[in-house]
């Protein structure tokens, strides 16, 4: 981990660098504002580009559900706290991390950049931030490890079809210095996501974020050409063994059984299903909603985040993803009980405007807007943090809110 510069930004000495150094006039600036930032991006890639990283399930309501679901909550801000001396480091499946955040697992970056994974993930590990790397990246999982040197990172899985890949992928994931497997379970195949659709870009079918599956020695040898020679044929048998759709939770246990890296499931969204993950062994939950990709017209993930948090009674820690953009954002969702956040698709649009100093850039603003959001709410650590520190939006109109059936007259929850 580099911790002289996180040290040295993460806090008002950033606000300074940047109202000093009038960065607000240079072409080349990050915007601060993640809704401008996308725009940037937006002008610089091409529609298809644009509409892969933006693009939802359906009418796009599941990912509108994850933004909206954060301005039900409000910040109750205490005062005349020390806050003069803040840390918000954690402890995370036995790494010390700086700040609770990752870089979610996201997928062809290449898309974005043309570094893709390798730039994003240097960025990352620049900041000892860890990186989760997609199982359907540009680059092969040994490059990116090659690019991030010895930064944190985990290994995003999803579920191949055939054991023996599965196997491969994991053994492989180890050898490259990836410390943890994330398998995504709730991409056994893709949803309906219109914008892709109207413009029929899907970049797989072209090998475009096969890398991973086209290095592979057990992928290659079910090829009748190798992928470099055939890359439709290629193509088409990474969409046969993609996923299983027969699993159960009781499968879960063979993957468990597969791997001696913590091993953490990504699509929770019901308590239910957090407490079968655990029955099966697992180390980590990652509430998500796959950033509203895959169902449309569900529930917002910090919706969910609470009763998740609440199955899981502490027995492993629960991550967040989905909606992450501010500061303020992280701040409700420790508070609703997440060890740590995933950020997706602002790390995208960065990556676009910037590639990977762009990356960087969008890290130290986040990170800056992390540490003085905790500290001028009156936190100095992420254990001050809790649920009484809360509104409901309900509770700020009518003087009280509900959690968890009880009415709490002053409108906070405990």
Not at 54 to 66: D, E, F, L, Q
Not at 225 to 233: F, H, I, L, N, S
Request: some cysteine; charged content about 20%.
């Amino acid at each position: 981990m580099h911790a002289s510069e996180p040290q040295r930004s993460f806090q008002t000495g950033r606000q300074i660098e940047i109202y000093r150094t009038g960065k607000r006039i240079d072409p080349g600036f990050i915007p601060l504002a993640v809704e401008q930032l996308e725009e940037k991006a937006r002008s610089i890639l091409s529609a298809e580009a644009y509409d892969w990283i933006a693009g939802s399930a359906g009418s796009g309501g599941t990912a509108r559900n994850n933004l909206a679901a954060f301005d039900r909550w409000r910040i109750v801000p205490r005062m005349l706290c020390d806050i003069s001396s803040r840390d918000f480091g954690l402890s995370l499946l036995g790494h010390d991390l700086p700040l609770p955040l990752l870089i979610a697992p996201i997928g062809v970056q290449a898309a974005a950049h043309p570094e893709g994974e390798k730039a994003s993930a240097a960025a990352a590990a620049a900041l000892g931030i860890p990186f989760v790397l997609s199982n359907v990246a540009t680059f092969s999982m040994e490059e990116v490890a090659r690019a991030a040197g010895p930064g944190p990172r985990w290994f995003q899985l999803y579920w191949p079809k055939d054991p023996e890949l599965t196997a491969s992928f994991l053994d492989r994931a180890k050898q490259a210095g990836y410390t943890a497997i994330v398998v995504t379970l709730d991409t056994q195949s893709l949803g309906w996501r219109e914008r892709n659709l109207q413009l029929a870009f899907l970049p797989f079918l072209q090998g475009t974020g096969l890398a991973n599956y086209f290095t592979d020695p057990v992928f290659r040898r079910s090829l009748a050409r190798p992928p470099e020679e055939d890359v439709p044929a290629a193509a088409e048998r990474y969409l046969q063994v993609f996923s299983d759709l027969s699993r159960t939770w009781k499968d879960l246990r063979l993957l468990r059984e597969a791997t001696d890296l913590p091993l953490l499931v990504k699509g929770i969204q019901h308590p239910e299903d957090a407490r079968q993950a655990i029955d099966q062994g697992v180390d980590g939950i990652v509430v998500s909603n796959h950033g509203g990709r895959q169902v449309d017209g569900s529930v917002g993930t910090l919706e969910v985040l609470p009763g998740v948090v609440d199955a899981v009674h502490d027995q492993v820690p629960v991550l967040f993803d989905g909606g992450i953009r501010r500061g303020a954002d992280i701040f409700k969702a420790v508070a609703l009980g997440a060890r740590a956040v995933l950020v997706g698709r602002p790390v995208l649009w960065a990556l676009a405007a910037g590639g990977r100093e762009g990356v960087r850039e969008y890290l130290l603003n986040l990170a800056a807007d992390l540490d003085l959001t905790f500290a001028l709410a009156g936190k100095s650590r992420l254990a001050d943090v809790g649920r009484g520190d809360l509104r409901s939006s309900a509770a700020v109109h009518e003087g009280s809110t509900v959690h968890d059936g009880t009415a709490r007259r002053d409108g906070l929850i405990g």
